[in-house]
């Protein structure tokens, strides 16, 4: 799963801190989900996606090879 949290915090000029303070979620999350290694929740998906005024489909694309 590819997703542009990094791409759109650096585009805003936020650090890891402020989007990890914005979402309610540790920095270590933030962390992990730029990094891929974490897939967040439906909600913190959903909520992700608002705060940066992107569909959640733009914000989190699956992988060519995961299918349809």
């Known amino acids: 799963m590819r997703n542009r949290v990094r791409e759109e915090r650096l585009r805003r ?3 890891q801190v402020e989007l990890a303070a914005e979402l309610g979620v540790s920095r270590q999350t933030v962390i992990s989900i730029e990094n891929g290694r974490y897939l967040p929740s439906l909600p913190l998906a959903f909520r ?3 705060f940066f ?3 959640i ?3 989190f694309e ?3 090879e995961e299918g349809v």
């Open 13 to 15: 000029e936020l650090s």
């Open 48 to 50: 992700i996606a608002r």
């Open 53 to 55: 005024a992107l569909p």
């Open 57 to 59: 489909d733009k914000m």
């Open 62 to 64: 699956p992988d060519q």
